[in-house]
């Protein structure tokens, strides 16, 4: 497949397909007129080979319990070597539908209630719950700013830690600071690890989308046999092809001793049998899809060239932090509006369009706001449109 602008331009028609980021968002914020673009949901239709295989499992009409073929596994460990260079052997991965269940999951195994898991601030929520809603307590690290990025203090949480924190989760390419992490930092947080006796879960899911001229570097890369003993890589193909709705997410566990432990979790939640799609998914895009992902980063840095310069010619005191990764913009609107609240009304009720304020990711990030790019550029032009009416009036 031979993909150009415009696949990507393709409008999204996703109302009245119990879409959770388009019908469920209008039922909470009241109207269809909406222009939703704080959930982090591409709005691009996925490779026509997985449309094809879908298709074809249609066709044939039968939808009975189904186990992952082995070609799911094999893909994930060369995609991991062709993309990374690193090598990953198939009895390392384990299947989990998402990356948040199998966090939950992960800190049931290895921690006990009342345990501590450190987290980076801001923090994408379902990974503070997965820890809060298993009964632990979450101590949160901030990033520090530097320049137009952020970087870890790992003194301040170092700080922090006390003889009942055993786990840490790290996100690469974080969300929402958008950061690649370097390999020197990478080492830093093994080191840091292995010197308090930590688990480390790393959420490896926006790896496939980087920024040209960043680099993506696995925790793997970095990861010694003392890290190896206690580290979880979680990734998923769900955001590098849009195909969250399947439900396939996979773990990298070098330790067996850990994966029988999520396994024995996996099975105490009554999980086997991941679901039709998720195999054909699973199956499908690590081996006939690849040249998607080139397609859609150049996108992606076209639509943030856009987007940077409409917001910027808009809101001339708009700070917006530099991009490394994911198809996420992170922007401080502090000195634009007086309060958070102030900035969410006008986007919301103004301008009609719907955004994700930096309090959800903690509320020392209030009055920054996560964008998504991966949008078709007609809606993102009908964004900029739409609030430069908005200001005018």
Known sequence: MQYDSSFFDAPAV??????????????IYGGTDLIHVGCADMDFKSPPEICQAFKDAACHGI?????????????????YHSRHGIKVDPEEVLFTPRINIACGLCI?????????????????????????????????????TEGDSFVLDLPAVEAQITEKTHFMILVNPHNPTTRCWTVAELK?????????????????????????????????????????????????????????GAQAAYLIVPNQHIRAAFNREMQRIGEHNPNLFANLVLKTVYQRCADYVP??????????????????RLFPKLRILRREGT????????EVFSTEQEMFSFFLNKARVEVYPG???????????RFNLAEPRPMLQEIVERIERALHA
């Open 14 to 27: 996703r109302r009245g397909t119990d879409s959770a980021k388009w019908d469920t968002f209008d039922r």
């Open 63 to 79: 939808f009975g319990y189904t186990d992952l073929n082995p070609a799911c596994f094999t893909g994930i460990c060369a995609w």
């Open 108 to 144: 049931e195994a290895l921690t006990r209630p009342g345990d501590e898991v450190i987290l980076n601030a801001p923090a994408y929520p379902p990974l503070k719950q997965a820890a809060c809603d298993n009964g632990r307590f979450v101590l949160e690290a901030p990033l520090k």
């Open 188 to 244: 830093e947080i093994a080191d840091f690890c292995v010197r308090h006796e930590l688990y480390l879960f790393v959420d490896e899911i926006h790896a496939d989308f980087v920024k040209a001229g960043c680099i993506f570097h696995s925790i793997l890369e970095a990861a010694d046999e003392k890290l190896r003993e206690r580290l979880i890589v979680a990734n998923s193909p769900a955001k590098t092809f849009n195909v969250m």
């Open 295 to 312: 397609a859609v980063n150049a996108y992606i840095d076209q639509s943030e060239s856009y987007i940077r310069r409409e917001f910027m």
């Open 327 to 334: 198809y996420l913009l992170w922007m401080d609107f502090r």
């Open 359 to 369: 309090s959800h990711f903690g509320m020392d990030f209030a009055g920054f706001m």
